[in-house]
């Protein structure tokens, strides 16, 4: 995964985390929970992998059962913390981006948000509907970016969090399906002619104002925006465009039509 580092650190916050499908997540686990006969006061640093996806406006999605360990310290202290990992694949990983994002957890019942966490992570379905599994949504408070060595920067809500275009939320899941349906050459050519990743039959589980999420097996990708789109009418033709650009690329006869 590449995060450019001569964008804003916003900007490579944002990128980092919409373009990760799993993160850390460190929560406030009851003492007398964590270590038997510990201070029942204080509570002790829990940290485990978890499944992740991003609402529009980057609130970081969760699905987590009754029974897990984070569920119990959520219950008494709703205050986490999520580690979003960059450094995959490099030789040296501390010269690699990773974020930080300090937040609020919370229950949600939202249908949106169960759709977006379950296209990310399809065979979460399995389990989504078992009664001691729910979804929550992190309202985030801050967060801290390392992009490498000497690249450190707090990152105030304001300026992380984005502000979603209504009117493109509401045909999010239409977006998906037509494309998954009707254009899934399209998205193979995202993947493999501009993300330069192989494989057959990637699919879309996402798009948002800045780009558009892919998905195939255990492999997921993301395709950012040369520029924001608003609506359906301008993500079809940013996607269009996206075809015509990985047609020059490739030599390929492919094209997503008018509909």
Excluded at 92 to 118: C, K, M, N, W, Y
Aim: charged share 20%; hydrophobic share 45%.
């Amino acid at each position: 995964m590449t995060v450019a580092t001569d964008s804003g650190p916003a900007t490579q916050a944002r990128t980092l985390m919409r373009s990760l499908d799993r993160a850390s997540l460190a929560s406030g686990l009851p003492g007398s929970l964590a270590v038997p006969g510990a201070d029942t006061s204080a509570a002790w640093p829990y940290a485990s992998l978890v499944l992740i996806a991003v609402d529009h406006d980057l609130a970081p999605i969760l699905l987590l059962s009754t029974l897990a360990e984070h569920s119990k310290a959520i219950a008494a202290e709703p205050r986490v913390s999520l580690l979003f990992d960059g450094t995959a694949g490099l030789v040296q990983p501390l010269t690699g981006p990773r974020v930080t994002v300090l937040g609020h957890a919370a229950r949600s019942a939202d249908p949106e948000i169960r759709r977006r966490f379950l296209a990310r992570h399809p065979d979460a379905a399995m389990y989504a509907d078992f009664k001691d599994f729910h979804f929550y949504r992190i309202e985030v408070a801050r967060a801290h970016l390392v992009g490498g060595f000497g690249r450190i920067r707090w990152i105030e809500r304001d300026d992380l969090v984005a502000t979603p275009p209504a009117a493109l939320v509401e045909r999010e899941a239409d977006i998906i399906a037509h494309m998954n349906e009707d254009h899934a050459d399209a998205i193979q050519l995202y993947a493999t002619r501009l993300l330069g990743h192989a494989g057959e039959g990637w699919r879309m589980t996402g798009i948002d104002a800045a780009g558009c999420d892919l998905r195939l097996a255990g492999v997921v990708a993301r395709l950012d925006f040369p520029s924001p789109v608003h609506d359906a009418e301008s993500a079809r033709a940013m996607l269009v465009a996206l075809v015509r650009q990985a047609r020059v690329q490739g030599g390929c006869d492919l094209s997503v039509d008018e509909r």
